[in-house]
């Protein structure tokens, strides 16, 4: 075969051959750019609405997306690579027989594979973790990033990426499913007037619902559970304060600040740590002289 023929010959497996092959890629390129787009348009038009139910639905929609854009993906960069391969002349058939045999053989030593889709399929099908929300997974906790079938991924407050397989979750702490709350326990001195402290926490708590800035984020009145225990050093008031999602801590710490102002107004003692010095007795029953001194040092 002299070059001319070679050249006539690859001039023609381009027009009969070539011209599919280019065509199914940029098809497929579309096609996961399309997919993309869609659902990117979906969240946004979701995230238009302003009520709590729509901020909900937008943070599930948005995980659902993530798993869409990834299935999509998937499916059709295979599917375009098959294709490709039958235009070039390979028989798909047998592939397709070996990649069922060699899948079967592969499931077996893949258990962990397997068990981390199916686990995340349930979690995305019962609501479990969507993108936003705080969690608390596999001894990490942080902000849900991404959520696929095989794997969730967090950021913690310091700003570290955790990669979870979804085989590894067993138990799901979901901290702004809903609503999120916050409980203080505030000590104050073994002094002081519980109701009057009581009266001063619930007194900021209405301060603070009446902030434009920090009242739309609250969702009740404070809930004062009352005096919860005798501590070492102080009586421990607990209390608890119901907002928006992820919105308890920006109030907790607003409320903790008010409050410390508040009590300094009103000369209530958070108390320190208190300690006894105990001399001992003899078996006459009688103390020891105990002598304290004080030395000052420059």
């Not at 969730?152 to 809903?178: A, E, Q, W, Y």
């Not at 109030?251 to 105990?278: G, S, W």
Request: proline share 3%.
């Amino acid at each position: 075969m002299n070059l001319q023929t070679l050249l006539a010959s690859l001039k023609d497996w381009i027009f009969l051959h070539g011209f599919k092959i280019v065509l199914v890629i940029i098809i497929t390129i579309i096609l996961i750019k399309s997919a993309a787009f869609l659902a990117d348009r979906f969240v946004i038009a979701i995230g238009k609405g302003n009520k709590k139910a729509d901020e909900e639905f937008r943070k599930r929609v948005e995980t659902l997306s993530s798993i869409i854009k990834h299935v999509i993906s998937f499916s059709c960069v295979i599917t375009a690579f098959l294709i490709v391969l039958d235009e070039i002349g390979i028989e798909i058939g047998p592939i397709l027989a070996a990649a069922g045999i060699l899948g079967l053989a592969v499931g077996f030593g893949a258990q962990s594979l397997v068990k981390d889709v199916i686990t995340g399929f349930f979690i995305f099908l019962e609501d479990q973790i969507r993108v936003g929300d705080v969690v608390e997974i596999a001894g990490k906790s942080g902000l849900v990033q991404k959520v696929n079938l095989k794997m969730t991924v967090l950021r913690d407050l310091s700003g570290n990426v955790h990669f979870i397989p979804n085989g590894h979750i067993d138990v799901v702490t979901n901290m702004t499913k809903g609503y999120s709350m916050y409980v203080f326990e505030i000590g104050v001195s073994y002094r002081e007037n519980v109701d009057e402290v009581m009266q001063v926490m619930l007194d900021v708590d209405e301060s603070l619902r009446g902030d434009p800035e920090f009242g739309p984020d609250i969702l009740q009145p404070l809930e004062m559970l009352g005096l919860d225990k005798f501590a070492e050093s102080a009586l421990v008031i607990k209390a608890r304060t119901m907002t928006r999602p992820i919105k308890q801590w920006r109030v907790a710490r607003e409320f903790n600040r008010r409050l410390k102002i508040r009590f300094d107004e009103l000369n209530i003692e958070i108390p320190f740590p208190h300690i006894t010095l105990y001399a001992g007795k003899d078996k006459q029953n009688q103390s020891p002289p105990f002598t304290i001194s004080r030395e000052n040092r420059d």
